[in-house]
């Protein structure tokens, strides 16, 4: 079973890797990424220390603007990561975004719903394999069994950006809950 489904994902996710629908107001990404490892006399990824396919991603992300104020954006995807995080779908994001002032000097938006997480280096990032520099970050920074937790929140984010003589600022401020399982809670 578990074959029958890491094959049905890659090949929905070989369809949509370059497939994009582009439309004014409709956007259609996806993509995959299928890693192979082998870690003789650690417990890393499996447990026996043999060649490994547990590494697959596959994901869809869509847009779709309402009008100039309001757009809808989220991405589900589908992940076996062999003994780091449960295998299965997840919702990664899905919120509305209200544009609140948009003019030449500064733009202002806020998100509801389950927004990204703009912490680290990579972890707005690191749900799209390709933006990634290995196949696995660093253990030390990202640990993947935090890997929902420190992707996103469930709640409201406020996104002020500016481009004047001192450079482009970005200020994102969230609040809201991340999804923690009772083994995280507990274990960890």
């Not at 499996?46 to 757009?71: A, C, H, M, Q, W």
């Not at 707005?124 to 394999?129: F, L």
């Amino acid at each position: 079973m578990k074959l029958s489904i890491r094959f049905s994902c890659l090949w929905l996710g070989l369809i949509f890797q370059s497939y994009c629908v582009a439309a004014e107001s409709f956007k259609l990404n996806g993509f995959v990424a299928q890693g192979i490892t082998q870690a003789k006399g650690s417990n890393f990824v499996t447990d026996d220390g043999d060649v490994s396919l547990k590494l697959t991603e596959v994901g869809v992300n869509s847009t779709y603007r309402i009008n100039p104020s309001f757009r809808v954006a989220g991405q589900a995807v589908y992940l076996e990561g062999g003994n780091r995080f449960s295998d299965g779908f997840r919702v990664d994001y899905l919120f509305l975004e209200w544009q609140l002032l948009n003019s030449p000097d500064w733009q202002l938006k806020t998100h509801i719903g389950r927004n990204k997480n703009y912490h680290w280096l990579y972890s707005s990032t690191r749900d799209v394999p390709h933006t990634r520099p290995s196949i696995v970050l660093p253990q030390s920074l990202y640990f993947d069994v935090f890997r929902d937790v420190a992707l996103g929140v469930d709640g409201l984010v406020l996104i002020a950006q500016t481009h004047n003589e001192l450079g482009e600022w970005d200020i994102n401020f969230s609040y809201g809950n991340s999804r923690m399982s009772e083994e995280q809670k507990k274990n960890y």
